[in-house]
């Protein structure tokens, strides 16, 4: 059973850094596309960021994020990373990672949810 932890999350002030983790277990994490979401307070989930396969090793990025989040993944450490950089109060969610049925800007993910890590960013 394919299975995701997430973890990295934190408070951090506008202008800073954090870099988010997912362990990964029940599958190898190179055969398959995955993408970090997250959920602001009052709002839905949205997709972030996705990584193809290593096969297809593209990467997509939601414009909000363009230029500041970096989406990786580790093969050895079955882990999938998301570096965030210049962060916004906007940016301030729940992020979560999980399996999508291809990396592109629908990001369409399948499998359950994980329980997601908190990142807060605020003066």
């Known amino acids: 059973q394919l299975q995701f932890v997430e973890s990295g999350g934190g408070s951090v002030q506008p202008g800073g850094s954090l870099r988010l983790s997912c362990a990964a277990s029940g599958f190898t994490l190179d055969y398959l596309a995955i993408g970090w979401f997250r959920q602001a307070p009052g709002k839905e989930r949205e997709g972030v960021s996705c990584i193809s396969s290593s096969s297809g090793r593209s990467t997509y990025y939601v414009d909000s994020v363009k230029g500041r989040f970096t989406i990786s993944r580790d093969g050895a450490r079955n882990t999938l990373y998301l570096e965030m950089n210049s962060l916004k109060p906007e940016d301030t969610a729940v992020y979560y990672c999980?399996?999508?049925?291809?990396?592109?800007?629908?990001?369409?993910?399948?499998?359950?949810w994980g329980q997601g890590t908190q990142v807060t960013v605020s003066s």
């Open positions: 999980r399996g999508v049925l291809a990396c592109d800007s629908y990001l369409r993910g399948f499998g359950s």
